[in-house]
């Protein structure tokens, strides 16, 4: 929002010297984030002046239109003779007054001017654009002074332009939309400098008459809650925008059109209320304002033909059939508080106007530019929220800035459907802003600073009025004041936004920065210290941790051949998704990892190991919605219940994937790829980490997708299924794009008990007795029941066992293979004896025997 200082002086009385700094720092202090303030007396140096072009030469030859001008500077140039000046505009004819800069000055950008020789001629000088001259974004053509003008040739053109002025641009948040206007900024400055403010949206104005400017049905008045109207008929359309006005348009970067249309834009720049202009001869019948038909096409003032959606509001021509909305319903000749239609606008000959203002629904206008992709300066106000009390205040003031200066009659008919319901009032405790601030704010003060805001409060004002000095009122003693936000404050909804104002108004400065005292902590919890040391296990043995996103795409369970009863596949949809493609919460941590390997897979990366630790997410079926909870106070614990019992179960999960070589190969020898024993040994890592012992984890051979059916493994705990760990399937694997036999582990670590408290075993300080035993089993018994089997047969002795070697051949006997084990042996109180050490070997072995007929290798 760009706006002249001399344009806030007609309603607010700012001080006759006030220093463009001192405004920056008003502004600032009320949270309005400033620009740039530019004196524009500053930004050009050197002879400006009014010109009149007396001479126009069109110069051929050249790729784009070039012209040489002779033009009467008076005696600015110091000879009274005519100057000499190439431009390539072509918006201005002779006896056009134009703006131009003479040798020696220099324009914003310090971009100086001087004599030159182009294009074959003599060029003294420059005719200057808006752009050029830093009084907007216009660079279309020259400024081409009005006929109105009482500047002559030579005269300094900087009081002209405007460019004796300061211009203020400020950039506002979506919250506040009353300070997109003259009238809201100048309110501000008010409030910031502490004096009188002029409020022209409380001008009053004439009201709806019995019989209306023009008929106008409001089809849905959700949609448009409040329409006015007025006619202003025989005006003169070749009548020029006064010189202020197009200064003050430019200044605001918004081009001269024709008078009509220039003032909906001053009005809008004023009032904050946007406005459209309708040639009234060439509307057939009655205007329709109602929800667009699906299908419907409208061409806007730019020239481009939209297809409407239902969604879209628009006013419709009734006198014009239109087979797709039915009888009555018209032809859409505007798409309502976004951009007006080519059909009806007003034109050069347009001598019969109807002006309309209106108050539409902010989302349905946010949702309809964005559609379109048609962001106008209307739009940009309504979806802010524009004051619903407005549209009479504007309408009267266009039509009385027409009649004056475009001449023709007002209508005496106004139309004014009104269906705005009013504020909701809002009840704060006197004492709220204290206390959530850390500031004494005396009742009163507070009072005083929402009435200054525009709020009319009521319930116990009368009360502290009387003692203005009165410093806080006690806890559970609160005077409980009553608030009506003003119209124009659609953003004031809760106490929070009250809290806001008096502390914005009071000056942010007087709240003090205070660092809060930190709460002694408890350290960290169990589950927090067993994720932090599976992390640096996992990156101990070599494993990259990523943190993958965690959406998925409802393609992802077939891709992973879950079955169709998998509960895996059942997952929650986000509401609003990032992106479409990938709507749904992960149920597995194994989608979003793998995809992470397949992208670096891509970018030249052979050899793999990731890991990830986060949440998967479960819906509960049945759950409900959550409940409503504000933010005035801290939910209570039956809200906090209500709404866990709505959210999804979420319980953590660790997985790892691995691709390539875990043992490279080089110089030193050939290397080892991946298997589905890294995977389960990852597993074995991760509890062993989390505090479970052996003889709790079991390890099983199971069918379980994505993994392999003959190299997948079922994970226990206590005869808990914690997780699978393997060699994926093939058909994942083709599916996904990943190399071959890439493996996979993931574990459900909420499933994983907490470790036991265990007393440190006491160390023998005897010999261990070592014996190796080689076991030969069928190729089908897993080696790990083999090793329960050893561990229940050998007894106490039996400190520690483990397998070392697996072997297979046709010596032995085909489906048979050979397990070796390390067998460690020890005694507490002495040192074993041979014969010992060979009697409880042979308990294993026997033991062995007998589960799972093992026989002693080479016996």
Not at 279 to 286: K, T
Not at 347 to 352: D, I, Y
Not at 711 to 716: D, E, G, S
């Amino acid at each position: 929002m760009r706006v002249s200082v001399s344009w806030l002086r007609e309603y607010v009385d700012l001080p006759a010297h006030l220093a463009p700094a001192d405004l920056e720092q008003a502004l600032v202090d009320l949270g309005i984030e400033v620009e740039s303030i530019v004196d524009l007396g500053e930004t050009v140096t050197g002879p400006l002046v009014v010109g009149e072009v007396r001479e126009i030469e069109e110069l051929t030859g050249f790729k784009k239109p070039i012209r040489f001008c002779r033009v009467d500077v008076g005696d600015a140039n110091g000879t009274g003779e005519l100057q000499e000046i190439v431009c390539g505009a072509t918006n201005f004819t002779v006896g056009d007054r134009v703006v131009v800069i003479l040798p020696g000055g220099v324009l914003p950008g310090n971009f100086a001017i001087g004599a030159r020789r182009t294009y074959g001629r003599n060029s003294n000088g420059m005719i200057c654009s808006a752009k050029e001259l830093g009084l907007g974004d216009d660079h279309s053509g020259i400024i081409v002074l009005p006929e109105s003008s009482p500047a002559k040739p030579g005269d300094d053109a900087r009081p002209v332009v405007g460019l004796d002025d300061v211009v203020v641009e400020v950039e506002l948040t979506p919250d506040r939309g009353y300070q997109m206007s003259v009238r809201g900024i100048a309110r501000e400055l008010a409030h910031a400098v502490g004096v009188p403010f002029r409020d022209p949206g409380l001008v009053p104005a004439p009201g709806a008459t019995e019989r209306p400017a023009y008929p106008v049905e409001v089809r849905d008045t959700v949609g448009c809650d409040r329409f006015a109207a007025r006619m202003v008929r025989g005006v003169d359309p070749t009548a020029p925008s006064p010189a202020w006005m197009v200064q003050r348009l430019t200044t605001a970067g918004i081009r001269s059109i024709s008078l009509p249309v220039d003032i909906t834009n001053y009005v809008m720049l004023e009032l904050g209320q946007p406005m459209h202009a309708f040639d009234a001869d060439r509307i057939a019948g009655p205007l329709v304002v109602r929800r667009a038909e699906p299908g419907e096409k409208l061409t806007t003032l730019d020239g481009v033909t939209r297809r409407l959606t239902g969604e879209d509001m628009v006013i419709c021509d009734a006198g014009l059939p239109n087979p797709l909305a039915g009888e009555g319903a018209g032809v859409p000749i505007s798409l309502a508080a976004v951009m007006g239609g080519e059909t009806s606008e007003v034109v050069e000959g347009t001598t019969n106007v109807l002006f309309e203002a209106a108050h539409w629904d902010p989302v349905m206008v946010g949702r309809t530019a964005r559609r379109h992709k048609l962001f106008s300066e209307a739009a940009k106000r309504w979806e802010r929220g524009v004051d619903p009390a407005l549209p009479l205040v504007a309408i009267d003031r266009a039509v009385r800035l027409l009649v004056e200066h475009g001449g023709g009659t007002a209508g005496d008919e106004i139309l004014d459907i009104d269906h705005v319901r009013p504020r909701t009032p809002i009840t704060i405790p006197a004492d709220l802003p204290s206390r959530r601030v850390g500031v004494s704010y005396p009742p009163a003060r507070v009072v005083a600073l929402l009435e200054q805001v525009g709020c009319a409060v009521a319930a116990g004002a009368d009360r502290l009025a009387e003692d203005p000095g009165e410093v806080g009122v006690a806890a559970g003693d609160s005077v409980a004041l009553t608030v009506t936000p003003p119209t124009w404050r659609p953003d004031l909804t809760d106490p929070a936004d009250l809290v806001e104002e008096v502390v914005r108004l009071d000056g942010y400065d007087r709240v003090p920065s205070v660092l809060p005292v930190a709460p002694a902590g408890r350290g960290l919890t169990w589950q927090q210290r067993r994720r932090r040391a599976i992390a640096r296990a996992l990156a101990d043995q070599g494993y990259a941790e990523v943190l993958s996103q965690p959406f998925v795409a409802p393609e992802l369970a077939d891709l992973l051949g879950l079955p169709a009863d998998d509960p895996r596949r059942r997952a929650v949809r986000v509401a609003n998704p990032l992106s479409e493609e990938e709507p749904l919460l992960r149920t597995t941590l194994l989608g979003p990892l793998l995809g992470v390997l397949r992208r670096n897979l891509g970018r030249g990366q052979r050899d793999l190991a990731l890991y990830e630790i986060g949440a998967v997410f479960h819906p509960r079926p049945g759950a409900g919605t959550p409940p409503h909870m504000g933010v005035d106070h801290r939910p209570s614990d039956a809200e906090f219940a209500a709404a866990d019992a709505v959210l999804p179960d979420q319980p953590r999960h660790v997985a790892v994937v691995l691709a390539g070589e875990v043992e490279p190969t080089g110089w030193w020898g050939a290397g080892r790829p991946a298997g589905w024993a890294d995977a389960i040994e990852a597993a074995r890592t991760v509890l062993a980490v989390a505090g479970m012992p052996d003889d709790r984890v079991t390890v099983r051979a199971a069918e379980h997708a994505p993994w392999h059916p003959g190299r997948c493994a079922q994970v226990l705990v206590d005869d808990t299924v914690v997780g699978y760990a393997g060699e994926l399937h093939p058909a994942v694997v083709a599916a996904l794009e990943l190399p071959r036999r890439t493996c996979a582990m993931e574990l459900n670590l909420d499933a994983v008990p907490a470790a036991p408290m265990l007393q440190a075993p006491a160390v023998s300080s005897f010999p261990p007795a070592l014996i190796d035993v080689a076991l030969v089993v069928d190729a089908s018994v897993p080696a790990a029941q083999v090793q329960e089997a050893l561990v229940e047969g050998a007894g106490d002795l039996l400190e520690s066992v483990r397998l070392f070697d697996v072997y297979e051949s046709d010596q032995l006997g085909a489906g048979r293979r050979s397990l070796a084990y390390k067998l460690a042996f020890r005694a507490p109180d002495r040192t074993l004896t041979v014969e010992e050490a060979v009697a409880a070997r042979d308990a294993a072995v026997a033991r062995a025997a007998e589960r799972h007929g093992a026989t002693l290798r080479g016996a």
